[in-house]
Every structure is written in C-alpha cells, then in structure tokens.
C-alpha cells in the first residue's frame, strides 16, 4: 500500500478531497497541518516528514487570502515559498520520497486569448502570485528529479467555503447579484483535481502540469451556471472589475491549457460545467447525484 503525506489534508479546500480521495484509493495517508505543529519551525517540518516515511509528500498549504498577501508579504512568502523549499529540502536529504506542490493559474496575467501552457512566460501581477512563482522555482530547483508542479485555478468543491458556494449563499438571499465579467480562467473541481493528482503521483511525472477542468469561463458566467443549476431564480448581472476594486490585481485571462495532462491522462479532462453539476448536485440536491461520477 502506497503511503501519503497532505499537508493541510484536515481543513484545505482541495487538501480534504485529496485525502478522502486518496483513502478510497487504498492509499495510507497521514495529514499534517498547523493544528499539529508550526509547519515553518524546521526542526517539527522535518521530523514530522522523516516519522510519516511517505511515498508522495502532497503540499496543498498555501497562503490563499489573495488581497491580505498585499499586506503580509513576509507571511505569503514564508508559507508560499519557504515552506515548500524546506520540504523539497527535506526530501532531497531523506533520499527517498515524490513531491506534488500547487501553484496557480494567478502566476500568468495580462490581457490575450490564447491559453497559457506549461512553457508560458509567467508574469505574475500581485504579492501572492509572486510568492506562488518563488515556490514553484525553489521546489524545480531543490528536487528536479522527485517533484512536480501542479498549477492549478478557480476551485470549488466540498469542505470550505469557495466561490460557488459564496454564490449559491448569495443567491438564496437576494433577487439580484453583480459579479465581474471581465476576468476569464478555469474552473476547476477538486475531486477531478485529486485523482489527476494522483495519477501524475503514481506516475512519478516530473515537471510542470496544468490541471483545470476543460473549457473556460467568466466569474459571472461561472455564477449564472451554479445558480442556474441550483435551481434560483436570481438575476446575475456582469460588472467590470472597476466596479469591484480589490486589493491585488486580477489577471484579466489566466486560463490554462491543460492539453499536456490530457494526453499524460490518455482522455480529455471533463468540461467545468459537467463537473460544477456533479458538485452542485451532490452537494446541495444529494436526491439527483449521478452515480460515478468523479473524473
Ligand atoms: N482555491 C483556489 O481557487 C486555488 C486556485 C489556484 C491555485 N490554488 C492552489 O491550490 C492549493 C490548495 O488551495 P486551497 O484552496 O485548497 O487552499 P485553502 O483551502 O485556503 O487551504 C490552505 C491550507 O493551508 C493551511 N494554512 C494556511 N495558513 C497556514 C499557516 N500559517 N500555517 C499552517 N497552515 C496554514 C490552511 O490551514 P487552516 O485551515 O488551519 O487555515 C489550509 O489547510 C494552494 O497551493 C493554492 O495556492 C488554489
């Protein structure tokens, strides 16, 4: 039996799924998070890896409050790129265990059209996007040979409060809602983001790889399909970002191609709004869940 290490497996938006996705896969798995320990005091980090002797160390931590990174640069870059260099760090001096660190589409911005590959030029626009970068970089350096970088975006799924369920909340509340229409990405679910994880992780697949959910989508068209399929009456009206100033600049499209996956996978990676519907379905009209769903 293969044996797994989740960093922020207990409380993470995608870390949850991943380990519940990983038990049903009859992986062992240990999680390891701030309610064990200060993940950043080296001397815990590293006898808590060396005590889990994991094959795949998986590192879903991050700093994710996206506009407060503007203002705790030192804490965004602790846990965004330190943490993940003292685990490759850790690894390469166990000789012995793979890694799978998360990044995000956020590291790419700017106007275009065309979906950013693998071997796009970054450009990241805010604190937690540089911080983000800075970690990919140190993880290719430390560990070339027994990591990989998967960039990721726009999650939903069940376990913590996302976009979608903002939304859906919202909605049940109010007749109307504005949401920004001039910002394009990936919408991607968590538990298709667990198994591909998995499968890049059984593989040992080195590298960077894009792993969204196929298609793409504005946060108001991401908006209309979730109130849409929860059945509300709501009106969704698009905004510009203008009008919904936040703290860290957004990329205006940071949408992913994922056709590298794809063929590392040997099938397309299912559309966002037959994933969104699997969640929306089992998460809030369980009686309509289609059964096998996941992938
Ligand atoms: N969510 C998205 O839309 C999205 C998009 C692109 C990329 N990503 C990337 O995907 C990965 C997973 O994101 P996610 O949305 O699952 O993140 P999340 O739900 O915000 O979870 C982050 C995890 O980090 C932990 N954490 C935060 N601050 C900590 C600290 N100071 N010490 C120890 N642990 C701390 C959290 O623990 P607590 O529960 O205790 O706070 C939680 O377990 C991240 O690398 C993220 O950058 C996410």
Redesign the pocket.
């Known amino acids: 039996m293969a044996k797994a290490l989740v960093?922020?497996?207990?409380?993470?938006?995608?870390?949850?799924t991943l380990t519940r996705v990983l038990k049903a896969r009859e992986w062992e798995v240990a999680t390891l998070?701030?309610?064990n320990g200060?993940?950043?005091d080296m001397t815990f980090l590293q006898a808590a890896i060396e005590d889990a002797r994991a094959d795949v160390v998986f590192?879903?931590?991050?700093?994710?409050?996206v506009d407060d990174a503007e203002d705790h640069k030192d804490?965004a870059c602790?846990?965004?790129r330190a943490?993940p260099a003292a685990i490759a760090r850790c690894l390469k001096a166990l000789g012995t265990g793979f890694m799978v660190?998360?990044?995000?589409?956020?590291i790419f911005s700017g106007p275009g059209e065309t979906p950013h590959t693998e071997e796009s030029t970054p450009q990241p626009a805010s604190v937690?996007a540089h911080t983000?970068l800075e970690?990919e970089k140190a993880v290719m350096e430390i560990l070339p040979e027994r990591s990989c970088i998967v960039?990721?975006?726009?999650?939903?799924g069940p376990?913590?409060k996302?976009?979608v369920d903002t939304i859906i909340a919202a909605c049940q509340r109010r007749d109307s809602i504005n949401v920004v229409h001039d910002q394009t990405g990936s919408p991607?679910y968590?538990l298709d983001l667990a198994h591909w994880s998995i499968a890049l992780a059984e593989k040992k697949a080195t590298g960077i790889w894009h792993a969204v959910n196929s298609g793409q989508a504005s946060w108001c068209e991401l908006a209309c399909e979730s109130v849409s399929l929860a059945g509300a009456s709501c009106r969704v009206v698009p905004i510009d970002s203008s009008e919904w100033p936040q703290k860290a600049r957004r990329p205006a499209f940071s949408v992913l191609d994922n056709s590298k996956l794809s063929e590392f996978l040997g099938k397309p990676l299912r559309p966002w709004p037959q994933a969104l519907r699997d969640y929306i379905f089992s998460e809030y009209l369980p009686a309509h869940t289609s059964k096998g769903a996941a992938q």
Do not use: C, H, I, M
């Open positions: 960093l922020g497996g207990a409380t993470g938006l995608l870390g949850q998070g701030r309610e200060n993940l950043l590192n879903t931590v991050a700093w994710t409050a804490e602790q846990l965004n943490l660190q998360y990044s995000t589409d956020f937690y983000k970690g960039r990721t975006a726009w999650l939903f376990g913590r996302n976009f991607t968590t």
